[in-house]
């Protein structure tokens, strides 16, 4: 499956930004998605991940309340809502997929996922 990853750019403090993770050519209706993200010195982290059918989210306690994933199975696309934002969220931020085949919600991790995107950067300044 082939991810983009669209939305990234320069906010300040307490702004927001929506950004996508649209599938080509595949369905995403058995694929549990995740939002990751990458700050300049430090390893990749999960940030928000979401069932395959929506019904469990997992959002990371640095952003909970802040931050919210959602789905459109039939757009084939994954979004995450970032209100609030702060320049420690600074980062690329990149979306993966990991096919299952139970509804649950795999661990938010990024070695549980196999199918990535490209990265959009995300820059918040104070």
């Known amino acids: 499956v082939q991810l983009q990853a669209s939305g990234g750019g320069l906010v300040q403090a307490g702004g927001s930004l929506r950004l996508s993770c649209t599938a080509s050519?595949?369905?995403?209706?058995?694929?549990?998605i995740g939002w990751f993200r990458q700050a300049p010195g430090k390893e990749r982290e999960g940030v928000s991940c979401?069932?395959?059918?929506?019904?469990?989210?997992y959002h990371a306690d640095s952003v909970k309340g802040r931050f919210t994933i959602s789905r459109d199975n039939a757009k084939r696309t994954v979004f995450l809502q970032m209100n609030g934002l702060r320049p420690e969220d600074t980062a690329v931020y990149y979306c993966?997929?990991?096919?299952?085949?139970?509804?649950?919600?795999?661990?938010?991790?990024?070695?549980?996922?196999?199918?990535w995107g490209q990265g959009t950067l995300v820059t918040v300044s104070s």
């Open positions: 993966a997929a990991r096919r299952v085949i139970v509804t649950h919600l795999p661990i938010c991790d990024p070695d549980e996922f196999s199918y």
């Open positions: 050519g595949y369905t995403l209706n058995n694929y549990a």
């Open positions: 979401i069932s395959r059918g929506g019904g469990q989210t």
